[in-house]
């Protein structure tokens, strides 16, 4: 009985492991969206191009979407956008949020990279509207909402291949047919 | 400017030095079972070697960031042209490569401390060493198979790097990771020697002394190292809190908390021969315990507001040295660790059993804090839920225990080892209890605004019960014929160990209970008030720096009577390669308040919304942290280990050992 005893840090180090290893395969920024099947918060801002025209919750509303949180300062967002214009020519309607972003610089990289944004949204820096209210706390951040208005998918992150084929486009086509 | 050639050897230099430690881990190994004293005799040089060989390549890669030679792919992520000189050297350890060969370097440092070191038996010393070798063995395949900072992005050389992350751009940062790693790693010398004790079966009181030094030591830079990160934290992330319970701050405090269970269990074994098991155990656990928090950090298995680059790969490469290193060395444990018959006994009122109460206590927490860090995981894999704990789950529970904690830090230092009466330690403590309950329950918590707090009097009552049992002890060590000056050093070390803690229960309980935030609108020559104290915004000017352009606000402050203090320059900084905003604070510090003035965003062109804080006693936190490592530090200066007499009786257990 006293070996088993001696057993029981090893046993119990065995267990944490069985969860530590599991935890390497589950995306931790996933845990964060607490936003999954809450609507949209209420916003309204400027758009890019004409920052004179105010876009708000209401106007984005009727049609499946993603709305990408971008900005020309984060390299990661250079990586992704391949992708972006890939999920735009397939048809994805793809409203982008310019976060913390300046006008000059955005458009720069806009005209180097390809606009696949049916829209862009600024919101920035400070100010508190949509991107403060999505609980967004980086750049790029991506969210899938359906014709309802609700959030129904995030990531946290760069959008890569595998997730485009794999998860993204799957997910818009589940929540175009649920309409 | 592009250097030809010393990433090259940089990365050679690396993987000669695995091969060094491959030869101090296995021959020992082989050596010790075959029993030949040559192969033994190899752990010594093969230490030297690897510790000139990772040297030599940390110096290469410091190089490369001094030269700006952005074909290194780590460089040209973490450095920048018009980086201060002294950040791009800091920028080495500044991410997940340069800072796990910073990890490396400690360690062969420890390494070579511990081969230098006087009076061990030789086989003693190269099965510390194969061990310790073992340890290196496995981080140095995990840099050099998955995590190379040498190497080169070509043919298309960046013409300027990413620069270093605007956090880390701070002093604070140059100095923080080197001394949490002398602390996380120097825990791994207390582990060898656990192990080489499990190993050889020799489980006398000798290996605790030996790795007395080591784990104090060890500890005292740990201390330093997390009260550095917290003071960092509190200054340059803009939030004026000094602790977030965040999964990095965890991993550092867990085996901060058995460490220090680990040094006091390492007292009674040494002393009194008792608990050889538990002490064991700890030293174990204490390693392990820091390789559980590199991988949380660097697995990427949780985020953090200090998140290193996530990659499964090395997260899994991580898990299995995670696995093989405390997996093996806890089978080992229960393999080798005989039934222990202890043959000394003690009473239930002892410093024995005291300083017993004060290892659950800490082992509870430390436990504790492993829990809330892994709750969100554990429960995201059982599938019921992505919760995280955060704060409310971890004061809950810490407090009260570091309450009891408190009670036996008094009663302990002034307790007879094996048998105490009741009636002798009631001599000793009356004076001391009737003080602190008349003082700190009664009298001061009404001091600061009028008013009587429960946690005030609590956090106080414990401040003076911890001064006045350890006033008391050092009294008692004092009559001796040599008065204040026979008091050893290792007492000392002990009486500001325990007045540092004092001192960081002092500087939480007045922090917490009397701090004030406020969010403020502030516009020019319009003053407001916070506290009595009024700011009043005097102009705002934009300037450059060498690697950001920024906002600064010059705030005049006033205190209650209406006199000019002080006039703080808060920044907002730009920093332009990753544009990324940071905040740069303002304080006007004093042993009895901080005010600490941040910039927010900006509202018209001449408001701003700034964020102001009332600290009072802050310092006091980093204050005691300081003071306590002072504490180790006289422990370790203390005359037992370097005398002749010590030696002499080291000689003598080594003769009869073996």
Redo the contacts between chains.
């Keep these: 009985m006293k070996r088993f005893l001696l057993f029981l840090p090893l046993i119990v180090f065995l267990l944490v492991g069985i969860f530590l290893y599991k935890g390497l395969s589950m995306d931790p920024s996933a845990r964060e969206s607490a936003l999954i099947g809450q609507p949209l918060p209420e916003f309204s801002l400027p758009r890019l191009t004409n920052p004179n025209l105010l876009v708000t919750r209401e106007d984005l509303m009727g049609e499946v979407f993603l709305l990408n949180v971008w900005g020309s300062w984060c390299p990661s967002c250079y990586d992704e956008h391949e992708e972006i214009v890939r999920m735009a020519q397939a048809g994805v309607p793809i409203v982008g949020l310019n976060y913390k972003d300046e006008p000059a610089k955005a458009f720069r990289y806009l005209s180097q990279l390809g606009n696949p944004y049916t829209q862009i949204l600024v919101e920035e820096d400070g100010l508190r509207e949509l991107a403060f209210n999505l609980g967004v706390y980086g750049a790029p951040e991506t969210f899938l909402i359906d014709s309802e208005g609700i959030v129904r998918y995030h990531l946290a992150g760069v959008i890569t291949p595998q997730l485009v084929d794999q998860v993204i486009m799957p997910e818009v086509q589940k929540w175009q047919k649920n309409r | 400017m592009e250097v030809l050639y010393l990433p090259e050897f940089g990365q050679f230099a690396l993987i000669l030095a695995l091969a060094m430690a491959c030869v101090q881990a296995f021959l020992p190994l082989i050596g010790s079972f075959t029993r030949q004293p040559l192969w033994l005799a190899y752990a010594q040089p093969a230490a030297w070697a690897q510790f000139t060989l990772l040297a030599i390549s940390f110096v290469l890669l410091s190089l490369s960031f001094l030269f700006d030679d952005f074909s290194l792919a780590y460089t040209a992520a973490n450095s920048n042209s018009a980086l201060p000189w002294f950040y791009k050297l800091s920028a080495v350890w500044g991410a997940h490569e340069g800072s796990l060969l910073l990890w490396l370097l400690i360690l062969a440092g420890w390494t070579f401390a511990v081969s230098l070191s006087r009076g061990l038996p030789a086989e003693v010393l190269a099965r510390v060493l194969s061990v310790l070798g073992f340890v290196s063995v496995g981080m140095l395949l995990f840099v050099v198979f998955t995590s190379n900072p040498f190497d080169r992005i070509l043919p298309r050389i960046p013409v300027d790097g990413?620069d270093l992350n605007p956090l880390l751009q701070d002093p604070g940062l140059i100095f923080h990771p080197p001394l949490l790693y002398m602390g996380y790693v120097g825990f791994a010398v207390t582990f060898a020697f656990a192990l080489a004790a499990l190993w050889s079966g020799q489980l006398d009181s000798a290996w605790a002394r030996w790795s007395r030094p080591w784990t104090t030591s060890a500890w005292a830079f740990l201390t330093v190292g997390i009260a550095l990160g917290s003071w960092w934290a509190y200054y340059e992330l803009g939030w004026g809190g000094w602790w977030f319970w965040d999964p990095v701050e965890n991993a550092s405090l867990m085996p901060w908390l058995t460490g220090t269970a680990l040094m006091h269990s390492l007292a009674i074994t040494e002393k009194r021969g008792v608990f050889k098991?538990w002490t064991l155990?700890l030293a174990?656990?204490t390693f392990?315990l820091s390789l559980?928090g590199f991988?949380l950090v660097r697995?990427?298995?949780?985020?953090s507001v200090h998140a290193f680059a996530n990659d499964?790969e090395r997260?899994?490469f991580l898990?299995i040295l995670?696995?093989v290193t405390?997996?093996a060395s806890?089978?080992v444990?229960?393999l080798r660790?005989p039934?222990l018959k202890a043959r000394v006994s003690y009473s239930l009122l002892s410093k024995d059993v005291l300083l017993l109460a004060n290892n659950l206590i800490l082992v509870i927490s430390s436990i504790m804090v492993l829990l809330g860090t892994?709750y969100?995981?554990?429960l995201?894999?059982l599938g019921s839920g992505?919760i995280?704990v955060g704060p409310p789950y971890f004061n809950a529970l810490f407090v009260p225990l570091m309450l009891l904690l408190g009670v036996f830090m008094g009663l302990g230092p002034l307790t007879d080892w094996k048998q105490m009466q009741w009636q002798k330690l009631k001599k000793k403590i009356w004076l001391a209890g009737v003080i602190t309950l008349v003082l700190g329950f009664a009298v001061l918590p009404w001091v600061y605004d009028g008013e009587w707090h429960l946690y005030v009097a609590l956090g106080l009552t414990l401040v003076l019960w911890i001064f006045t049992t350890s006033f008391r002890d050092l009294w008692e060590a004092s009559r001796t014929k040599k008065g204040w000056l026979g008091i050893s050093r290792s007492r000392l070390g002990m009486f500001f160990g325990h007045l540092g803690a004092a001192l960081i229960v002092l500087g939480v309980t007045m922090v917490s209970n009397y701090g004030e935030e406020r969010d403020l609108r502030m516009q020019i020559d319009q003053p407001v008030e916070v506290k009595g104290y009024q700011f009043t915004l005097k102009k705002l000017i934009h300037r450059e720096g060498p690697n950001y352009i920024a906002d600064r606000a010059i705030v005049e402050v006033h205190n209650p009577k209406g006199r000019l203090i002080n006039t703080l320059t808060p920044e907002k900084r730009l920093y332009t390669v990753?544009?990324?905003?940071m905040t740069q604070v303002a304080i006007e510090w004093g042993f009895l308040k901080d005010i600490y003035v941040a910039m927010?965003?900006?509202l018209t062109a001449d408001a701003w919304?700034m964020r102001v804080h009332y600290k009072p006693f802050v310092r006091w936190l980093w204050l005691g942290a300081l003071i306590a490592a002072l504490g180790g530090v006289l422990a370790i200066t203390d005359r037992r280990y370097s005398s002749k007499k010590a030696q002499e009786q080291l000689t003598a257990i080594n003769k009869g050992g073996v």
Excluded at chain 2, 299 to 303: A, F, K, Q
Excluded at chain 2, 578 to 581: N, Q
């Design positions: 990413a098991s155990l174990i656990f392990s559980v991988f697995s990427g298995v949780l985020n499964p997260g899994f898990l995670l696995a405390v997996g806890l089978l444990y229960a660790v039934n892994l969100p995981l554990i995201d894999a992505k995280s990753r544009g990324m905003p927010g965003e900006e919304a």
